[in-house]
């Protein structure tokens, strides 16, 4: 059974991961705006300029983030939490 | 190349449709609050719902307190009359609740009963992490409930053509109603109600624009570059200082993690895992609307063109109403003024029962009474303290009339950002922390921010008409928050506190198996 120790670590180590991510995906976007005008000018589809569809992204990609913490905690977490408190109950 | 201005709008005229859907919101919240009084007899159901919100309803009351008139109106309006410069707003404003996903939900959840200075103040000396932390939350939601009551004002006065302190005392007066009487419960059901308008108004509303453009959002920018040119689908010069624009990131960003309003709603659910469940339906709800504010936004642009928006409100403000009566008629245009209404006064009832906990279980309890009021002498000092706060706010909104207090809100992001979200993340995370840390980390960090505020351009320039300002950056947070973790940490190592050391391995255990254990 995994200690309390260890499922401390690990949901750090996913929490801060993840909040990493999300750090470098929007400051990424925002330096992309102040640096990158001529990157994000470049047209995907007509009307669609790639500015806007990584602004788009970068909503997309919170809801991603999300949703991964979300199964990761469902999956490896709660186990292991309610075993804890199962045991400490005793 | 003409436009396509409306010949005529009624906006500003009170219109029959308004009114009865204006009055059927205040009818249903008021049913909702005289059903909630009668469910709001102990302090943990007037602070916290009685812990019985489900994850799903919380999520979108989440996302009711969060998404305020301002991101209604004012992104659309930005959106509008700048193209993709408003959109960064649109982006800036979600990717905070993954942090809060990550980092503060479920910890708080299972460490704090009602603010979040429960949290900082475990293993922590009560009286001075309680003073300090309600200096944080007050400062935050003074500076928003001021911007609100002053948008609000404006807005009705726009919408209805009611005089602007009229309008703040009716906010004022129906918003302590909800609280007074409702507390938790019926300030919880209001932004339900009111984050349903929102979405159903703006999912339609974007429904509209898109039908005219083939379903297509790339046709509809295609015709906004056409008509004015490919610059509003480019960066523009909005963002012509990127330490600037990473500063204000960083207020919306870590921010959000330090708003008490937003912070009280993780109380309200059964456990720390519908805490984790409210955020991810929080997010995603969020984010539909944000990307929804790109086309409503466009669409005002092309269909009701950036002159005409400006000749109603030079703000822009009025973007999403003109473009509801230009597609659906006075009676489409009713109803988005009555959800901008709705919007309006379900956020700062939120920010007045969040004060009212700081004001009162912070202060009173747990500083005055040391913790020894009884169940009855909290809830009465709790529904004092909503109406002083209440009153204040009305008296506020009017002090302030026709001044520029946009950049409040931004101010409130920073001084959450830089003093309550060090504070939580530093409790929560390391056994080193002292009071007399988090005391220094939480006064500085809320002091230098309305300093550095008040030497910035947004002030002396803005606001002042000064040629220039001492301190360049319009948002503080990119000096306040990193001065605000480093206060925290070095006063801790100097200055060193065992009895707080040792009681860390208690809050570790709480902060995953919950209060029980």
Same mark, same amino acid.
């Given at each position: 059974?995994?200690?309390?120790?260890?499922?401390?670590?690990?949901?750090?180590?996913?929490?801060?991961?993840?909040?990493?991510?999300?750090?470098?995906?929007?400051?990424?976007?925002?330096?992309?705006?102040?640096?990158?005008?001529?990157?994000? $000018?470049?047209?995907?589809?007509?009307?669609?300029?790639?500015?806007?569809?990584?602004?788009?992204?970068?909503?997309?990609? $919170?809801?991603?983030?999300?949703?991964?913490?979300?199964?990761?905690?469902?999956?490896?977490?709660?186990?292991?939490?309610?075993?804890?408190?199962?045991? $400490?109950?005793? | 190349?003409?436009?396509?201005?409306?010949?005529?709008?009624?906006?500003?005229?009170?219109?029959?449709?308004?009114?009865?859907?204006?009055?059927?919101?205040?009818?249903?919240?008021?049913?909702?609050?005289?059903?909630?009084?009668?469910?709001?007899?102990?302090?943990?159901?007037?602070?916290?719902?009685?812990?019985?919100?489900?994850?799903?309803?919380?999520?979108?009351?989440?996302?009711?307190?969060?998404?305020?008139?301002?991101?209604?109106?004012?992104?659309?309006?930005?959106?509008?009359?700048?193209?993709?410069?408003?959109?960064?707003?649109?982006?800036?404003?979600?990717?905070?609740?993954?942090?809060?996903?990550?980092?503060?939900?479920?910890?708080?959840?299972?460490?704090?009963?009602?603010?979040?200075?429960?949290?900082?103040?475990?293993?922590?000396?009560?009286?001075?992490?309680?003073?300090?932390?309600?200096?944080?939350?007050?400062?935050?939601?003074?500076?928003?409930?001021?911007?609100?009551?002053?948008?609000?004002?404006?807005?009705?006065?726009?919408?209805?053509?009611?005089?602007?302190?009229?309008?703040?005392?009716?906010?004022?007066?129906?918003?302590?109603?909800?609280?007074?009487?409702?507390?938790?419960?019926?300030?919880?059901?209001?932004?339900?109600?009111?984050?349903?308008?929102?979405?159903?108004?703006?999912?339609?509303?974007?429904?509209?624009?898109?039908?005219?453009?083939?379903?297509?959002?790339?046709?509809?920018?295609?015709?906004?570059?056409?008509?004015?040119?490919?610059?509003?689908?480019?960066?523009?010069?909005?963002?012509?200082?990127?330490?600037?624009?990473?500063?204000?990131?960083?207020?919306?960003?870590?921010?959000?993690?330090?708003?008490?309003?937003?912070?009280?709603?993780?109380?309200?659910?059964?456990?720390?895992?519908?805490?984790?469940?409210?955020?991810?339906?929080?997010?995603?709800?969020?984010?539909?609307?944000?990307?929804?504010?790109?086309?409503?936004?466009?669409?005002?642009?092309?269909?009701?063109?950036?002159?005409?928006?400006?000749?109603?409100?030079?703000?822009?403000?009025?973007?999403?109403?003109?473009?509801?009566?230009?597609?659906?008629?006075?009676?489409?245009?009713?109803?988005?003024?009555?959800?901008?209404?709705?919007?309006?006064?379900?956020?700062?009832?939120?920010?007045?029962?969040?004060?009212?906990?700081?004001?009162?279980?912070?202060?009173?309890?747990?500083?005055?009474?040391?913790?020894?009021?009884?169940?009855?002498?909290?809830?009465?000092?709790?529904?004092?303290?909503?109406?002083?706060?209440?009153?204040?706010?009305?008296?506020?909104?009017?002090?302030?009339?026709?001044?520029?207090?946009?950049?409040?809100?931004?101010?409130?992001?920073?001084?959450?950002?830089?003093?309550?979200?060090?504070?939580?993340?530093?409790?929560?995370?390391?056994?080193?922390?002292?009071?007399?840390?988090?005391?220094?980390?939480?006064?500085?960090?809320?002091?230098?921010?309305?300093?550095?505020?008040?030497?910035?351009?947004?002030?002396?320039?803005?606001?002042?008409?000064?040629?220039?300002?001492?301190?360049?950056?319009?948002?503080?947070?990119?000096?306040?928050?990193?001065?605000?973790?480093?206060?925290?940490?070095?006063?801790?190592?100097?200055?060193?506190?065992?009895?707080?050391?040792?009681?860390?391995?208690?809050?570790?255990?709480?902060?995953?198996?919950?209060?029980?254990?």
């Amino acid at each position: 059974m995994k200690t309390l120790r260890d499922l401390d670590a690990a949901r750090w180590r996913v929490a801060l991961g993840l909040t990493a991510a999300m750090v470098f995906l929007y400051f990424g976007f925002v330096l992309l705006v102040a640096y990158g005008r001529e990157l994000l $000018s470049i047209k995907v589809v007509p009307g669609l300029t790639l500015g806007i569809l990584l602004g788009a992204l970068v909503i997309v990609a $919170s809801w991603i983030l999300t949703w991964i913490y979300v199964r990761w905690a469902a999956a490896h977490y709660d186990p292991g939490i309610r075993a804890l408190g199962r045991e $400490s109950r005793r | 190349m003409i436009l396509q201005a409306p010949a005529g709008t009624t906006i500003g005229q009170p219109s029959l449709i308004a009114m009865l859907f204006f009055f059927a919101f205040i009818s249903v919240t008021l049913g909702i609050t005289w059903w909630a009084a009668r469910r709001t007899r102990t302090t943990e159901q007037f602070y916290a719902a009685g812990r019985t919100v489900s994850a799903g309803q919380n999520g979108l009351a989440l996302a009711g307190d969060y998404m305020s008139a301002a991101s209604f109106l004012g992104i659309a309006g930005l959106v509008s009359t700048t193209g993709f410069d408003g959109l960064i707003y649109s982006t800036g404003w979600l990717v905070g609740w993954p942090v809060v996903l990550f980092l503060i939900a479920e910890p708080l959840r299972n460490l704090g009963r009602y603010t979040f200075s429960d949290v900082v103040a475990t293993r922590l000396r009560q009286t001075p992490v309680r003073l300090a932390a309600a200096l944080g939350t007050l400062a935050t939601v003074t500076l928003y409930l001021i911007a609100q009551m002053v948008g609000a004002g404006g807005l009705i006065r726009l919408m209805f053509g009611l005089s602007y302190e009229h309008a703040i005392v009716l906010v004022g007066i129906v918003m302590i109603g909800y609280v007074l009487f409702g507390g938790m419960i019926a300030t919880t059901w209001v932004q339900i109600v009111k984050a349903l308008l929102l979405m159903t108004g703006a999912l339609i509303l974007a429904l509209l624009v898109l039908l005219r453009f083939g379903m297509n959002p790339a046709a509809l920018f295609a015709e906004a570059a056409r008509r004015y040119g490919e610059g509003v689908l480019v960066p523009g010069k909005l963002v012509s200082n990127p330490l600037d624009a990473i500063s204000l990131g960083m207020a919306l960003m870590f921010g959000t993690a330090g708003l008490p309003h937003i912070l009280m709603r993780f109380y309200t659910v059964p456990d720390s895992r519908a805490a984790r469940a409210s955020v991810f339906v929080a997010t995603g709800v969020i984010g539909l609307f944000y990307l929804l504010t790109f086309v409503l936004g466009f669409g005002a642009m092309v269909l009701v063109g950036p002159e005409a928006i400006r000749a109603v409100d030079p703000g822009g403000n009025m973007a999403a109403p003109l473009l509801a009566e230009l597609l659906g008629g006075t009676p489409f245009l009713g109803f988005i003024a009555a959800v901008a209404f709705a919007t309006i006064l379900a956020v700062v009832a939120g920010l007045t029962l969040s004060g009212a906990a700081a004001l009162s279980h912070d202060l009173w309890v747990s500083v005055v009474r040391k913790g020894h009021a009884d169940a009855r002498e909290q809830l009465l000092v709790a529904r004092v303290a909503t109406l002083a706060l209440g009153i204040v706010a009305v008296a506020l909104g009017i002090t302030f009339k026709a001044q520029n207090v946009a950049f409040m809100v931004s101010l409130a992001f920073a001084i959450a950002a830089s003093a309550n979200f060090p504070a939580l993340i530093l409790a929560i995370f390391w056994r080193g922390y002292t009071t007399a840390g988090a005391v220094t980390s939480m006064v500085a960090g809320t002091l230098l921010t309305l300093l550095l505020i008040y030497l910035s351009p947004t002030i002396q320039v803005d606001i002042l008409g000064r040629d220039t300002a001492w301190f360049p950056l319009k948002n503080p947070a990119l000096i306040t928050m990193p001065v605000s973790f480093l206060a925290g940490i070095a006063v801790s190592l100097i200055l060193p506190e065992p009895s707080a050391a040792a009681g860390y391995a208690a809050l570790e255990r709480r902060m995953h198996l919950g209060g029980e254990h």
